[in-house]
Each structure stands twice: as C-alpha cells, then as structure tokens.
C-alpha cells in the first residue's frame, strides 16, 4: 500500500478532566473513502477538529504524506490541503451564501477588491450541485438544513487533498443526500481522500472503502467495508449486541385510542397552508417531507412559534387556544427544535439548567425559589436514562459532544410529561445504539397514552418507527401513507409531487 | 459515574473549594492585597472612617449596579440610570416642596421611575429598538425633564423632616443606614438570581432568547420587567441620595452610566448577556473605590491620578482573567 | 510673647474640589499653599477629576478621615455638602467655602468673588461695546450656580440698563468646546444679526470663539475665567474680554478665614459668641473681587508665566 | 427558479428600488422630513450657510464614526475614543510649542493614537480582555496623560503657521477643507468597507468570529487593526481639531463616545457585530445634529431642548425600525 496521505499516531486529547482521545491511531489512503464510527462522545469530532487545526493535541504525531506536521490552525490546515465540514454549522449569518461558500478563497485573496459579480455566479455554481440555494441571501435567513448544504458546498471549493465530513446528511433528506453521495464518489475518483462521519450504516456502507471504530476515545479497529456488517460495527462501537433497531409497531388489531391533538384549516399565510392532521393515543406519526417543505414551519405554527394566519387545534378532544409558545406548554403540547444550537440548547449554561427550562414550575417550593437538589436529581435521571456522557449536570452544555447536546435537547422535553411530544429531528447526530433507546422510549411514551409526532428526513426512521406517515410539499400536507404503505419510493413520489395519481390526491384532499 | 460523585460532593455547603472556584475569587484577592498593600502605605488606610468613606461613596450606587447586572444579564443595558436617579430626586423633592409627605413622595418618585422602565420596557419589546439606543434616548429625555422641573437649578430640601433625612444620613449602632441598605439590597438580589425561579428565566432570556422561546418563556415579558426593575432601582437610589444630599441636583448623576456598567463588567457580567452575578458587580465596585480612593490617600498628583487608576484598573482586570482563564 | 500666627507640628490645612485636573484651581491653591507656607503649615490639594458630587464627597470624607485642621471646600453642589460640613465641624476641623457655598451649612466663611456683579459688569462692557443697541445670545451651563448666577445677571442687567439689547437666543453648552461651536453657529444661523455672545466660564469659549471667528468676526464673545488660550485670543481681539474672579486672593484670604476659624481663641470680639459657645470666628461673607481682562492686562493672567516667576511645583507640592 | 431571476435582475447597476431596499432608505427618509419641516419653520434653515454650520459641526466627529463603525462591525467598542483625540491634539500641540514644525508634530500626534490603539489592540486578541472594559481603562489613562503632558492647563496654538491653521479654518471655493477632508474619508471608508476584501474579513469575524477562523482568517490580527484603525482616525480628528481651535485642551472630547456610539446605532450598526455601514453611521451623526441645531433655530428654551431632542431621535429610530422590519 503506498504512504498514507495522513496518518495519526498516539494522539490524545484532554478537556480538564475528561479524556477525549487516549493514544489514537488513524491512517487515511489516498482515494479512499473512510469511514469513523464511534457512539456520541467517542471523540470522532475532537479527532477532526485536530487534524483541521481547530485544536491542539495534548500529545501524539500527525502525519501528512508521510512528513510530520504542526496543524497550528485553519488557516495551516487548508494549506495543507486539510477542509472540514464541521458538524455543528459555523457560518456568518449576515453574510450571504456566496461569500460563506467563498470565505476561505476571499481570506487568501490577493487582490484588493472583492469581485461580487464572480463571486456570486462561480458560488451559484458550487451550490446548485447540491440544491438551487439563491447565493445572495444571508445565511441568517436559510433553514438550518440549508445551511448544512452552505456548510458542504464551503468545502467543496476548497482545493483540498482531504475532505472531512462530519456528519453531513444529519439533517439532510434522500435526494440531498444522494447528490452529496455523488460528489464524493466523484471526489474520490479524483484521488482525493475523504474522511466521513455518520451515524447511518446504510450510508456508510454505500459510500465507503474502509471503516475505523473509536470506543471512549481508544482506538478499536479499522475494516474493509466489504469485510465487515453494520452488526459487527455496531458491536465495536457498543460494546454489546443490538437486538433490535426499531421497537414493534401498533399490532394490527391494536387500534389506536382516542384523538389526542386535532388540527384543521392550520396556515400561516406565508409557509403551510390548510393543514389538517389528527394524532391518536397510541400511535406514533411521523411527518416526512423534502428540506424546505415546509414541515418545521408547520410544527412551529402550531405550537405558537410562529404566527398564524387560521386554524383549530384540539388536545384531548377539548379546542385550545395558542397564540404563544407558552399556551401550547400549558396545554401539554411541546416541541422539539431541528436547531439544536440556534433554539433548542443554552450552550453556556449548565446540563442541569438546559433541562428544566421547560417547565420550571414543578422545581419551584413555595417561595417561588427553584429546588436545586430536584434540578439536580430530575437533570441525572433523566442523563442517565437517556445515556449522555458528560462530567456532570453542572457542566455547560456547550462540553458536550453534538450527540449528547441533542440528548439534553430530548431530556428537556421529557422532563415536563407532556401529553403530546413533536419531535422534529429528534435522533439528528444520535448514535446507533443511543437512537434505538430513544425510540423505544418513544414507543413507550405512546403506548403510556403521549402522543408522539416525528418530523424526519431519514426515511428509514420513519418507516421504521413511525405507524403512520403525512408526507408534506410545498407547505400542504401531500398524502398519508399508513404502516403497510410505508416505503422509501412512496414517501418520495408524494414529496417531490412526481407522482400524479388520482389516488394520491384523494388522500391528501382526505386528510386535509 | 465519575458525574455522580461529584454532584453528591458538591453538597450546599460552603467550602473553601468552592470559593476558590467561584467566579469572584479572582476579584476578591486582587482586593484583598490592594487593601493589604495600601494599609502598609498609609496609615488612614485601615481606619474606619476611610471605610465608611468608601462605603458611602459606592453603597447608594451598589443598588443601581444591582439592577443594571440584572439588566446586562438579560442582555440588554441602560444608559439612563443616572438621569432617572436625578429624576426620581426631583420628582420627590418637587412633590414633597408642593406639600407632600417626604414618604408619599418618594413613593411617587420611584413609581415614576418604574414607569420610565416601562415605557422603555415597551419600545423595546413592542416597538423592537435595542435597548441601548432606547436607554441612550430615555437617558436624553429624562435629563431633560429634570430641567423643566426645576428650571434648572438645585432643589434645596432643607426642611426634609430629620426622620427622613435620617435614612441617608443616619446611623445605627455606628453603621450608616445607607450602608445597611445597601448590603440587604444587594444581599436579597443576589439570593434572589442564584435561587429564584423568575430570575431563571432571565438568564435563559440572556444565554439564548432563542431557546428561551423555546422553552415557553415569554422572553419579551422577562426583557420588560428586567428593565422595569434596573429603573426602579435607580428610581429607588434616587430617593436615597434625595435623604443623604438633602437636595434635589437636576444634573445629578450625569455620566454614572458607565460607572455602572463597567462595574458590572469588571465582575463578570457579559455585554452580551448570559452571564453575571450581582456579587461580582459589587466587587467590581469596591475594586474601582478602592484605587480612587487609595490614589487619594497616597497624596498622587491630580494629574497622574486618572493614568495611574486607568493602569491599577487594567492590570486587575487583566489578572482577574488571567487567573480565570487558567482554571476554566 | 511668642509669635501666635505659627502652626502646631502636624496642623494641615486641606483644599477640596472637583474637576481637579482644570486650570482654574491652581491660582487659588498657589495663595493657599503661601499662606500656609508662611504660617509653617501644611497643605494639601485634594478632588475628583470627575465632574461628579458623590466623588466629590467621598474625597472629602476621606480628607476628613485624616483629621485635618480645617478645609478650604468648593462644593459643587450646596446642600449634598451640608450634612459632610456639619460632620467635619463637629469633629473638630474648620470648613470654608470658595466660589460656591453650602449656605445652610455650619461651614464658617464663604469666599467669593461676586457672580452677580462679574454678570453686570460683562453686561455692561459687552452692551457699551454696541452703543447699546443690538442682539446677544448666551452659553450657559444650568445647573451649576455660580454659572448660572453669572448667566441670569447678565441677562438682568441688559432688560434693567440696555433695552435696545435683545436676547435672541440660549442654548447649552455645558462646557464643551464643540457643543459651543455648534451653538453659536446655529445662533449666527438664526439670527444673522447677532451681535454678541456671554458665557460663564472658559471651556465653551474655545469654541464660541471659534465660530464667531468663522463667521467674520461680527460676533463679540464675552466670557468669565481665564486661560492661556483665552488669553491669546483676547490679545489677538477674536475674544472681546473676561472677568476673572481674582483666584490667588479666593486662596489666601481663605486660608485665613479657616486658620482664624481653627484658632478662635485669638479674637474676642465684642459679642456673645462666648456665652454661646459659637465659634467667635464669624466673617459669613468675603468678597475677593474679580477683574477684568482686556488686551492691555492679558499678559498677567498667564499661569505657566506667573508659576515660572514664583518659582514653584504649583499643585504639585 | 425564483432565485435565479432575483439574481439576474439585480446587476451592480444602481436603481431606485435598490436604493429604497437599502438599509439606510429610512433614515434618509427621516432626515429629509425633519429638513422640509424645518425649512417651513425656519426661514433661515434652507441656506447654505445652515448646510455649512450644521456639516462642520459633524465633520470631524465623523471621522471618528467612521472608526468606531468598524470597530463595531468586528464586535467591539471604543469608549476612549474621545481622550485620544484630546492626546493626539495635546502630543501634537505640545510638540509643537517645543520647537516641531506642525506637520511632523501631527503625524507624531496620530502616531501615538495608532500606538494607543495597539496597546488596547494587544489586550483583547493577546491577554482576552473584551473590548468594552478594555477601551474604559484607556480611556481613564489617556485622559490622565493628558493631564500630565499639560498640567490641566489648555495649550494655546495662536503661533501655529497660516497654511497648517487653514486646514481646520480655511476653504476651498467656498467648501471649508474640514468637510471636504470629512467626505473624502466617509467616501474612501465607506467603499473599502463594502468593497475591499480586507475589511469584508471586518464583517465575517464580527458576525461568527468561530466561523471566520474556520475559513483561516485570523480573526484576531483582523480585531487587532481594526483596533488600531479607529484610535488612528480618533487622532487624526484630534489633529484637525487642533488646527481648527488653534487649541490643544486636555479635557476636550470627554463624553463623546457615546455621541459617536449612537451615530453608528442609528445607523445599523449592531452591537453585537457583523452590521454596520459607514453611510448609515454618518447618516445617524447628521440625525443627532439637524435635531440639535433645529432646536437652536427654533429657539427652543434650553431647559426644553433636551427632552425634545430625545423624544425626536427616539421617534426617528422607532420609524426607521418599523420601515426597515415591515421590508425585512
Ligand atoms: N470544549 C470541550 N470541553 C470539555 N469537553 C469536551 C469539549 N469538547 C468535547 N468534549 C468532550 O470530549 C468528548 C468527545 O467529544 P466529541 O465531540 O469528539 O465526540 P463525537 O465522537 O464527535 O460525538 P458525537 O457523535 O456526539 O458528535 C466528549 O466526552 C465531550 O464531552
Ligand atoms: N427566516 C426565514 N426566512 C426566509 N425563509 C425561511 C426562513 N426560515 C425558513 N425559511 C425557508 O422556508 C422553507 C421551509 O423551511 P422548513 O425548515 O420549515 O422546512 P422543513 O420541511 O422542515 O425542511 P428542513 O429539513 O429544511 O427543516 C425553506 O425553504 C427555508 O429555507
Ligand atoms: O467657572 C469657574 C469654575 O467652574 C468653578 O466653579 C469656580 O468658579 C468659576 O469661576
Ligand atoms: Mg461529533
Ligand atoms: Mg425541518
């Protein structure tokens, strides 16, 4: 085999007191695609963030072709041919779109003045490669989910040798992803080296040459793709066997209970028009759609997020009345953001803190003073319930490794006992074993009588987990497709529109 | 888990530990080896008198730092503070030469200070302005309205009835009242935002308003009363420097802003919200006395006062986060 | 018998302003400090740089703090002063004030020069200057008395003397050169007739002067106080004169009035100060008069010059 | 797509649907009505004699906006900015007096406000103090250094040479230098800032500085001399005051950052970084003064002039604030 194009010896990292990474090993070839494997906190991230002079190791060598090098920040890593798309978005939100995409050439120009004309058309360019994001609008104004395409099409414009990806499809529906795909497979056959992080094994083994798994951040092997299964991974990673992936849906007999949350006539007059949906004890409903469909907004506009123009909602057969997020907590009903970072998380305040902002009510004596001894207690139980590896509760979210922030995310929500939960995104960046816990705990939150509803944009999620499906386009609910209809095809045919059937349309005219 | 343990380590109890590890250790020594530093170089240093002189030229402002921390936190500001302190003095001492009790006054002069917050508290939270060009136009307007009340000349308050006057210039045991105040205002407040369900929500509102409105709190209601509150306390300091000066100064107070805030600052409060304690603002506010009044002390030429105090407050500052940095 | 005039060892007389770093101090305190010097006592120079009451008092209070023999104040504001005075009566240390008072304290003298007459006077040269007959604007600085007292005198004395003077404009500058630029260019804006322009104190004069130079030279500029830049500009007649409150006598004359206040024992006037146990020292009032600069007299009022004559650290010792 | 013809339509070209969807459409609304209003009120406000009073009074304030617009911009603040420029008029003054010709003696002046803004410069990216609590500290020292290099007392420059004078005093073709030199720098600024690639990097570190130094900026040499910009232009103004006021006054300019803090605000510039335009910041600088020099026109009682003022500049930004929101 010829010299590896970069290759990691003995790193380790620590923060405080935690071990990050202990005496890592990692060798990347030439041309090939690899694959990092590793539960939430395994320190895959923190590996990346060295090699991309984002961090500093504590010891160890990496190499780059062979000689040895001092990463000592970005701007060397780029030199030396290193891009990274980092998994939690790092962009400028007043800037636009091109001049994210273009902000590592616009650093190294040499030329005085910017040229926002070639600017624009060569970022057009990158972009529409992955999806028609229009360039001259502020990344502030992109979903988050757009802004992930920003985050990939930045790198793609950087003349690198190798490309890291951290967990780029996280947020990312089928066809987004299969573009990205192409890409790499076209990248790849350029020789350049690809470094990919995902917690999707259908992915990884579509896309890879070659897999390392980190466990508690030790090495633990590298495989052949074509020599290994997602079962063997998955044992590397956890430690343990996965019995099973998604927990049993509704029996067929099992009908579902009584309408836990009605909705009819929702818009907002900008976003979602004239959506009706109904959710019963018991079952799980998933909501699929295309990035920018729609799904989020609609969500939010029935929680109160966002203003809305008309619409009736019911919880437990009794109307409601939401004009403010607040009223849909009290009414039972939350919502779980796909913008961890943005709104779904106090980066800088502690895990203990993040988990009882919803409801901050049933910690409080008296007095009005907050019970830091039932903060603490509520904050580990849940943790440990949900697995999230961590120094403590007291520790800032902002230490934690993405997978675990999103944990907090969820622990929030649990923490209040709602009546109905709306999860959009929930299991973005949660590792295997960690996503087959949650959805069983889901599952059983709706066999307890919660009404769950799951926004997703990984198809096997929700045709895995959910007992029924609403499939939105364009800001209007498209069809439903219920468990024996569930399959990828049929989600994308309502989603894209491409399909024109009669049929189809009676059941979107039917649920709406 | 390692994350067990400590959470049952870290018991309520106070330990040395903790207090090493508190946000306001840094600050505290810095203060400390000054004091230590100026009783070895005079000898009026470490007299009582020299501490009720420090005492008493920071305690009536501590209790406009409180409200301004509190503010900062949220992530807002307000620039007006000294204008509404003069405003609340004179609305008081107008109130009171027109025939009123001091009391009732002065409850009238706070509640309108109250309303000032509101009607900031509303521009920014209905109308959407920040609140530093908010504030920074209440401060302008308030001034103003000082003016036209007293034609701009002082309000000579000479007949405040001594029971009055006594809040301010009075003493228990030896111990101004002033100071007393002071200490359970800023005492009661600081409990108040470590503990206090309502001042949870503030540091949600301040660390990501964002998430906060995902968290069901009404982050806008929160934005408002925060700045209510940070104009009653002025209002309220207003009335006690009223008690203490025995006037009513319509430029009083002019230029405090910054005082404040940099108080804040120095303790740990972010410009950008999220973070701050109300202790830390008090230190920060003993630090800046401590070096006015030890230049004082030591005789320093006026003219090499302002370099010198300028240089202390940089170098405590700098070591303030050097230290902090290392532990974080 | 011995010399009674002679300070005990350690007796230390103590001045106290705000604004500390500003020029109009330094005479007051070069007479002070002589007075002392010739008494063998000692002095000191204390203040806030900041313009700033509740700094002011805390520098007082721990001037006090140090016991000394008495306290030649300038408050800046009257009655915030009055309970720290009463204070430092009854501890024992004399207070005099200068240049603004605290009159509803104990404080033992004032000594000033007199705001009103200086307002008259500037009103009288300024009006004499256009035979009477014209508009003038003025600078003030509300809320501080001493300025304001000037302000209104001036005022006054145009409606009482001069009824062909008119009063176009008022604006605030508050001590600040460029507030004062723009002022008076807008003044001269609005009123293209302006003939001249009074202010209370120097700083806004830099500016005045300025604008007035800007706009032709038409405008007179009168002001009260000095410093080197006035001094040049009256000399060059782009500023048409001050009245100067005669510092250096604000300075010994109040040392005096706070010796003789420290030391009673030395006067035993025909009163009852003794049955009541007053402090026999009572002189309420000094007027320690102002004068007024022109061309002709200017050179006299240079303080880098008078301080190279003496020969002395001025503040500074 | 949409997208696309929104791109195509949109060439460099200038129109006026772009000019009205630019952010400072608003306030040149604004100015305009406050302009019409006055020139019925005031027969004397239409004249090019008001238009020149009214520039030169902001014109050299300007250039300082323009600084702390960029310093803005990159996430800071500079509340120091009014002691140097009273030290750059102070060094150059007091230089000049000691025997220099005036030109050296101001280019030492500038020198020394680049050397202050690199000290302040090197405490934020090097020892990690923010710039808030960074800039109050210099402010008090510099100030302080003016005391000292004058001894409190202003220096008269009456000597200074005829053609150095005429820069701050004299003019060209009726045009004052002043304002000439003032829209030369906004003009130059105002370009490179949207133009220059340089100062675009100003923009990515104040919006994300994480984000910029992922693409390899280094986001701390670019605070750095954005640092260093602003006190350069802060004595660069002092430079010109001096040869306007033939003056060099050491307590000149004390209040002032606040002034030229709220220009930029109105102007659009966040105070959290990453928005800000020089156009704006000046079009906010000329707000404060029409509003100022109208009420002197009117001949509005001083005890009323400031409430007036702050009620107008608080309707001016709640106007621009909703226009601005309704097209957002
Ligand atoms: N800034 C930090 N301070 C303290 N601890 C940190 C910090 N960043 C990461 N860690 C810790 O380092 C460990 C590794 O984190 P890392 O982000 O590399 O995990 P990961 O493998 O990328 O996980 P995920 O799949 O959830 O993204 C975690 O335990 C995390 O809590
Ligand atoms: N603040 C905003 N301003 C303008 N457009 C926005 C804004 N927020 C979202 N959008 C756009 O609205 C559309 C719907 O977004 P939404 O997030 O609801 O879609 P989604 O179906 O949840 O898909 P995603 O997977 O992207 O979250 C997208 O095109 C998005 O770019
Ligand atoms: O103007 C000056 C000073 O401002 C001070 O108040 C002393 O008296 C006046 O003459
Ligand atoms: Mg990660
Ligand atoms: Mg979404």
Redesign the interface.
């Known amino acids: 085999m010829s010299t590896p194009i970069l290759e990691i010896s003995g790193v380790s990292k620590s923060f405080g007191a935690i071990k990050a990474l202990t005496g890592i090993d990692f060798s990347l070839a030439p041309g090939e695609v690899h694959a990092l494997c590793g539960e939430n906190g395994a320190g895959k991230s923190t590996l990346m963030n060295i090699i991309a002079g984002v961090l500093q190791p504590d010891e160890g060598d990496i190499r780059i072709s062979g000689e040895r090098a001092v990463i000592a920040n970005p701007a060397a890593a780029q030199r030396l041919g290193i891009a990274l798309v980092h998994q939690e978005i790092a962009l400028c939100p007043d800037a636009t779109v091109a001049e994210n995409i273009f902000m590592p050439a616009i650093n190294t120009r040499r030329a005085p003045l910017m040229n926002f004309r070639t600017l624009q058309a060569e970022a057009q360019k990158v972009m529409d490669l992955l999806a028609p994001i229009p360039v001259r609008t502020k990344v502030g104004d992109l979903s988050i989910s757009n802004q992930q395409l920003v985050e990939i099409a930045k790198a793609l414009t950087l003349d690198c040798r190798v490309l890291i990806l951290d967990e780029p499809t996280a947020a990312l529906t089928e066809p987004e992803a299969q573009r990205l795909f192409a890409i790499v497979r076209e990248l790849r056959s350029r020789g350049i080296s690809i470094i990919y992080i995902s917690h999707r094994m259908a992915e990884i083994f579509s896309l890879c040459d070659r897999v390392t798994v980190f466990r508690d951040g030790r090495y633990v092997a590298t495989d052949e793709i074509a020599a290994t299964s997602p079962d063997e991974i998955v044992r590397k990673m956890v430690g343990r066997e996965i019995a099973q992936l998604y927990p049993d849906k509704l029996a067929a007999d099992e009908a579902p209970g009584q309408p836990l949350l009605k909705v009819s006539n929702l818009s907002d007059g900008s976003r979602c028009f004239d959506v009706g949906l109904e959710l019963r004890a018991g079952e799980i409903l998933g909501i699929g759609g295309l990035i920018g469909s729609g799904r989020s907004e609609m969500a939010q506009t029935l929680c109160g997020l966002r203003p809305s123009a008309s619409g009736d909602v019911e919880i437990d057969g009794k109307p409601v009345r939401i004009s403010a997020y607040a009223d849909a907590v009290k009414a039972g009903l939350v919502y779980l953001s796909e913008d961890r970072k943005g709104s779904g998380v106090f980066l800088d305040m502690s895990i203990a803190a993040n988990v009882s902002a919803l409801d901050l009510g049933k910690l409080t004596g008296k007095l009005g003073l907050l019970d830091r001894r039932a903060e603490t207690a509520q904050a580990t139980e849940l943790a440990k319930r949900l697995g999230v590896r961590m120094a403590g509760v007291g520790a800032a979210v902002s230490t934690l490794s993405g997978g675990n922030q999103q944990k907090v995310a969820i622990a929030k929500q649990l923490s209040v006992g709602p009546r109905v939960m709306i999860m959009d995104e929930p299991t973005r960046g949660i590792d295997v074993g960690a996503k087959a816990e949650i959805h069983r705990l889901l599952r059983d939150l709706a066999r307890r009588g919660v009404g769950i509803v799951v926004i997703s944009s990984e198809m096997p999620e929700l045709i895995g987990l959910c007992d029924r499906v609403l499939v939105v386009r364009e800001g209007r609910v498209a069809g439903e497709l219920v468990a024996d209809e569930l399959s990828e095809e049929a989600i994308i045919m309502l989603a894209s529109g491409v399909s024109n059937s009669q049929n189809t349309k009676q059941q979107a005219q039917n649920v709406a | 888990m390692t994350a067990q343990i400590k959470t049952e380590g870290q018991g309520a109890r106070w330990n040395l530990a903790r207090l090493g590890s508190m946000r306001e250790a840094g600050l505290i020594v810095i203060i400390l080896a000054l004091c230590i530093a100026m009783s070895f170089a005079s000898p009026h240093f470490l007299t009582w008198g020299n501490f009720r002189a420090m005492l008493m030229s920071f305690s009536i402002e501590g209790i406009v730092v409180v409200g301004m921390t509190i503010l900062l936190i949220v992530g807002g500001i307000d620039l007006s503070v000294g204008s509404v302190v003069a405003f609340s003095m004179v609305v008081s001492g107008a109130l009171f030469l027109a025939g009123l009790d001091p009391w009732t006054a002065s409850l009238i002069g706070i509640a309108v200070s109250a309303l000032i917050g509101a009607v900031m508290g509303f521009f920014v939270t209905v109308v959407g302005l920040n609140h530093f060009i908010t504030s920074l136009a209440a401060m302008v307007i308030v001034r103003g309205l000082c003016l036209i009340v007293t034609k701009g000349t002082p309000l000579s308050l000479f007949t405040l009835p001594p029971a009055f006057k006594a809040i301010g210039q009075g003493s228990f045991q030896g111990v101004p009242y002033v100071i007393i105040i002071f200490v359970v205002v800023v005492a009661v407040f600081d409990f108040l935002l470590r503990r206090a369900t309502a001042f949870r929500k503030v540091f949600y509102t301040g660390s990501n308003e964002k998430a906060a409105q995902y968290s069901g709190i009404r982050t806008k209601q929160v934005k408002f009363w925060v700045t209510v509150l940070s104009s009653t306390l002025a209002g309220f300091a207003g009335v006690i420097y009223m008690s203490r000066f025995g006037a009513a100064t319509p430029t009083f107070g002019a230029g405090m802003e910054l005082n404040i805030i940099a108080a804040a600052v120095i303790g740990g409060a972010s410009l950008n919200g999220g973070s701050g304690t109300i202790f830390g603002a008090i230190l920060g506010m003993a630090l800046l006395s401590v070096v006015t009044s030890s230049l004082i002390l030591l005789d320093i030429s006026v003219y090499w006062q302002d370099m010198i105090k300028g240089c202390i407050l940089l170098a405590a500052v700098s070591i303030d986060h050097l230290l902090h940095r290392r532990k974080a | 018998a011995e010399n009674p005039f002679k300070c005990a060892p350690g007796e230390k007389y103590v001045m106290n302003v705000m604004?500390?770093?500003?020029?109009y101090w330094?005479p007051v305190y070069e007479m002070f400090k002589q007075a002392g010097q010739q008494f063998g006592c000692e002095t000191?120079?204390?203040?806030?740089?900041?313009?700033?009451?509740?700094?002011q008092?805390?520098?007082f209070?721990?001037?006090?703090?140090?016991k000394p023999a008495g306290i030649l104040v300038h408050p800046m504001?009257?009655?915030?002063f009055?309970?720290p005075i009463n204070r430092a009566i009854e501890q024992g240390t004399a207070v005099v004030t200068f240049a603004a008072d605290s009159p509803?304290s104990k404080r033992v003298s004032f000594i000033t020069s007199d705001n009103l007459a200086e307002g008259t006077y500037a009103a009288d040269a300024v009006a004499k200057a256009m035979d009477g007959k014209g508009e003038y604007a003025v600078l003030?600085n509300?809320?501080?008395?001493n300025h304001?007292k000037r302000v209104n005198a001036f005022v006054a004395r145009m409606e009482a003397k001069w009824p062909d003077m008119k009063l176009?404009?008022?604006?605030?500058s508050n001590q600040?050169?460029?507030k004062a630029?723009?002022?008076v260019?807008?003044?001269?804006?609005?009123h293209?007739d302006l003939g001249a322009v009074f202010m209370p104190e120097a700083?806004s004069a830099?500016?005045a002067a300025?604008a007035a130079?800007?706009g032709g030279g038409k405008i007179k500029v009168m002001l009260a106080d000095v410093?080197?830049?006035i001094?040049?500009?009256i000399k060059?007649g782009e500023i048409y004169g001050s009245v100067n409150p005669n510092q250096g006598m604000q300075g010994y004359m109040g040392f005096m009035l706070l010796w003789l206040a420290k030391h009673p024992e030395l006067i035993d006037p025909m009163n009852d100060t003794k049955r009541s146990g007053a402090n026999g020292m009572s002189v309420p009032f000094v007027d320690n008069g102002f004068s007024i600069v022109t061309a002709e007299n200017a050179d006299d009022f240079y303080?880098?010059k008078y301080l190279k004559r003496r020969g002395t650290k001025?503040?500074?010792e």
């Open positions: 604004v500390s770093g500003v020029e330094f000191a120079y204390t203040g806030t740089p900041e313009y700033d009451v509740n700094k008092i805390a520098t209070d721990q001037a006090l703090a140090q504001n009257s009655d915030p009055i309970e509803n003030e509300p809320g501080q008395d304001d176009v404009g008022r604006a605030a600040d050169p460029t630029y723009q002022a260019l807008s003044l001269a804006q609005a293209p700083n830099i500016g300025q130079k800007e410093n080197a830049k001094l040049d500009m060059a303080w880098d001025g503040i500074e």
